[in-house]
């Protein structure tokens, strides 16, 4: 694991939030949300999902199913705190969506509330064609180039981050890939669309915030989530200058002042 994208634990509250980064990502892309977090005293963790952290090629052999039991056992972990919440940027929404859809008798904790950043249950783009195109066969490992980031305008780079001569190859600076195997387009459309079964399980007040630029989620997805949601408090937020990656986009202070916000009320 290059350290770009090493996990992080912030703050030490008595409150916990699981943050989980997207697909080909890593906590550095949640790692403004958890500092936000963390000055609110809540402690937030955010671990770095399997197949992530070293190279594309390692996720090949890593499935939907493999995601969702990492972050399981990273939420049981958190048992003990006062209260938990959940957020997750991406395909980690969708993970954070099937989490938050187990009813505490069924082995899950309670989620006090939830925060859902550009959830990726549809598709627009490039990435639209791989997972509604190429999703529906078996893809073999081959590694494809995944084109832009997603963000319009990025906030600077932290100060520790490596410099990119030690990235390794298909690694950006904030841990996150540059490629993806071919395998992936049929987990993700099968991920979008268990997360979206779930929500009408989900009963926790959610937050979803989403890109007016975003070129991977489409915000339609987010409407659509909205709606099949069963919490009473459910809010939608667009913020039409940003992209995919909320937390390191222009908008970036006011997605995690939302999120800090949202929380301290549920």
């Known amino acids: 694991m290059n350290r770009a994208a090493a996990p992080f634990a912030l703050g030490d509250g008595p409150d916990a939030c699981l943050l989980l980064h997207g697909l080909t990502g890593s906590p550095g892309e949640v790692r403004p949300l958890g500092e936000a977090l963390a000055a609110a005293g809540i402690r937030a963790v955010a671990p770095l999902l399997p197949g992530h952290g070293t190279r594309p090629a390692d996720l ?20 003990g705190s006062r209260r938990i919440f959940l957020g997750g ?114 009963h926790s007040p959610a937050l979803i915030l989403h890109g007016g630029r975003d070129d991977t989620a489409a915000v339609s997805g987010a409407r659509l989530l909205a709606s099949r949601l069963a919490g009473n408090s459910i809010r939608l937020r667009v913020f039409p200058e940003s992209g995919h990656v909320l937390p390191l986009d222009r908008d970036s202070p006011a997605v995690c002042s939302a999120v800090v916000s949202f929380f301290r009320e549920a």
Request: hydrophobic content about 50%; overall charge neutral.
């Open 60 to 79: 090949a052999g890593v499935t939907r199913q493999d995601l969702l039991a990492a972050a399981t056992a990273e939420l049981a972990a958190l048992k």
């Open 89 to 202: 940027l991406s395909a980690g929404s969708l993970l954070a969506l099937q989490l938050a859809g187990r009813a505490p008798a069924a082995g899950g904790p309670s989620i006090a509330a939830l925060a859902l950043l550009a959830p990726a249950v549809r598709f627009t783009g490039s990435t639209w064609a791989f997972a509604e195109l190429l999703g529906w066969f078996p893809g073999p490992s081959l590694v494809i180039g995944k084109g832009g980031r997603g963000i319009v305008a990025p906030i600077p780079a932290p100060v520790d981050a490596p410099p990119p001569g030690e990235l390794p190859p298909q690694m950006r600076e904030d841990g996150s890939y540059t490629a993806i195997p071919l395998s992936w387009a049929r987990e993700l459309r099968l991920l979008s669309r268990e997360a979206l079964d779930a929500a009408p399980r989900v």
